[in-house]
């Protein structure tokens, strides 16, 4: 179904890039359409940029932002063309029309236009903002286009234009969420916890993690999510150990622990939640142990997470509270310090506490500047997501704590005096969990 008219968000956004970037050209393709095999395509997502400046999901198409010395920037957007026939197989398109009258597009061609008038579009702009290697086809497009304008503007006395990757100044904007952005993200984050709540209360031992996958998909969906923010986590016992594991294919075992981390996608805006909880009713006190102490360091991480604290603070305190748990656990020896120093602490908490959160699960946004991390803001959202595996592979530790992996992870946003957690739905006490399981 089209639309015929969108949000204002989407212009204002716009205007926003552009007078931050008075002289700079913007060019974003939209995101490839990718081939699964033969003429079978992959689900199409837009580009999180592109649909971030546009609200246009369409494939093949290419959104232009040029700046007027009248200081009214232009958008044009270059599309497929209405085809009668090809909509017939693959659904309609709102056409160069569509662009002008729904996206407020200044002009709009279709898509084959764009190497014949991008030179023109480049004319007296002083920089060009282009993911250089976005594709060879696009590339060469816009390389053409930029030499046809280096060699006419050489006498001119301008300046030669200069290309930059345009996720830099739309990461900037993106990285602080507006009250409309925080409106689906809020949405996408209780849906979220709704479905890990109900999965925590449906799972049993025997099922296939590729059926909790399919669970976890259709509660979301059900309630209003298009599609998942990314490709869910379902990792039963040692399989959790496993960071980015997705074959999904084990079964779930009593006695076992199951890791989950999914999210829903509402209008383009995703949640990031990770829950572990036992196959069976209770956890083993090993388990217990792990879990707390994976608890602790996510409560003191959240309690500091506020404007002028830096992730990597927040992550030191984790580091921290985790490595003072497996020193009491026996799992390490030494000195606290020596052990932060030297690293060890990655035998069993490999990965960094925080990322940022929105369109895309790991968002854009620079976590760094000026050489230096960058204090938290008002409107910024990212996670907190301590964790505890032990691998397979090591046969040092304790039979007990072996094919274990937990962990927890909220996502949050920072206000005026403090945070706010998102995801508060999704229980994360041991005995509210038990009493899921019950
Ligand atoms: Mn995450």
Not at 135 to 147: G, R, W
Not at 357 to 373: E, R
Request: charged share 25%; aromatic share 10%.
């Amino acid at each position: 179904m089209l639309l015929t008219q969108i949000p204002q968000d989407f212009p204002v956004r716009r205007h926003r890039l552009m007078a931050a970037h008075p002289s700079a050209v913007f060019v974003l393709p939209a995101h490839p359409h990718w081939i699964r095999n033969s003429d079978v395509h992959h689900p199409y997502r837009q580009d999180s940029c592109f649909y971030y400046l546009t609200g246009f999901d369409e494939p093949k198409s290419c959104v232009v932002l040029v700046p007027s010395q009248t200081g009214s920037d232009r958008m044009i957007l270059f599309v497929q063309p209405k085809d009668s026939e090809k909509e017939i197989w693959e659904g309609e398109r709102y056409g160069v029309e569509g662009a002008k009258k729904v996206f407020q597009a200044d002009e709009a061609y279709p898509i084959e236009e764009l190497g014949s008038k991008l030179p023109e579009l480049f004319l007296g702009a002083e920089e060009v903002f282009y993911r250089m290697g976005f594709s060879a086809e696009m590339d060469q497009i816009v390389l053409t286009a930029l030499e046809s304008q280096r060699s006419r503007q050489g006498r001119t006395g301008r300046s030669l234009l200069s290309v930059q990757d345009p996720r830099g100044p739309v990461g900037e904007l993106r990285l602080y969420k507006s009250l409309e952005e925080l409106i689906a993200l809020r949405r996408a984050c209780q849906i979220s916890a709704l479905a890990h709540r109900r999965v925590m209360q449906e799972v049993r031992p025997g099922m296939r993690e590729f059926e909790v996958e399919a669970l976890v998909d259709y509660i979301c969906r059900k309630e209003g999510c298009q599609r998942l923010g990314y490709g869910s986590i379902v990792a039963n016992g040692k399989n959790a150990a496993c960071l980015h594991y997705h074959s999904h294919r084990d079964v779930l075992r009593e006695g076992e622990l199951l890791l989950m981390d999914a999210g829903g996608e509402y209008n383009y805006y995703t949640a990031d939640i990770t829950r572990t909880f036992p196959v069976g009713r209770h956890f083993s006190k090993v388990q217990a142990q792990m879990y707390d102490w994976v608890l602790k360091a996510q409560k003191e991480a959240i309690a500091m997470a506020r404007p002028g604290v830096t992730l990597p603070e927040i992550h030191q305190r984790v580091v921290e509270v985790m490595i003072e748990g497996f020193l009491c656990l026996g799992l390490l020896e030494g000195s606290p310090q020596e052990i932060y120093k030297r690293k060890q602490f990655r035998r069993f908490y490999p990965h960094s506490t925080s990322h940022w959160l929105g369109m895309d699960v790991h968002d854009s946004g620079l976590y760094m500047k000026n050489g230096q991390p960058r204090p938290l803001e008002p409107g910024m959202v990212f996670t907190i997501e301590p964790g505890f595996y032990v691998q397979p592979s090591d046969f040092e530790v304790p039979r007990e704590y072996q094919n274990i992996g937990i962990r927890i992870e909220d996502d949050v946003l920072i206000t005026k005096t403090g945070c706010e957690i998102l995801t508060q739905g999704v229980p994360k006490e041991r005995d509210e969990i038990e009493q899921l399981r019950a």
